[in-house]
């Protein structure tokens, strides 16, 4: 069973700080990519940042310039250093990974079980 636990998310004035962890623990065997969603209420879901596996980030441009996502393959974690926060940066945000877990015979998505991160103006 895989499991991915996300923390670090809070309350923080606009142009503050957060920074998002994300740890992948169970029978893992490799992983893809590693990245960030978020939902704000009566928003559909939408791709904050990836990072491949070959290590190449991918980012919304509401956030290019401002967020940062990294990996620590060691540790199967990911972390999201989000700075420059904004009021419409607040959603709940949920780690995702593609990975493929002991036993199984296909590649598939793994989700946390989101964080909020509220921003105030």
């Known amino acids: 069973q895989v499991q991915l636990v996300e923390s670090g998310g809070g309350l923080v004035q606009a142009g503050g700080s957060l920074r998002l962890s994300c740890a992948a623990s169970?029978?893992?065997?490799?992983?893809?990519?590693m990245a960030w969603y978020r939902q704000a209420p009566g928003k559909q879901r939408e791709l904050v940042a990836r990072v491949n596996p070959g290590g190449s980030t991918d980012y919304a441009d509401s956030v290019r310039g401002r967020f940062t996502i990294s990996r620590d393959s060691a540790k199967n974690t990911v972390y999201l250093q989000m700075n420059s926060l904004k009021p419409e940066d607040q959603a709940v945000y949920y780690c995702?990974?593609?990975?493929?877990?002991?036993?199984?015979?296909?590649?598939?998505?793994?989700w946390g079980q989101g964080t909020q991160v509220t921003v105030s103006s």
């Open positions: 995702n990974a593609n990975l493929l877990s002991r036993g199984s015979a296909s590649w598939r998505d793994y």
């Open positions: 169970g029978s893992i065997v490799a992983f893809k990519a």
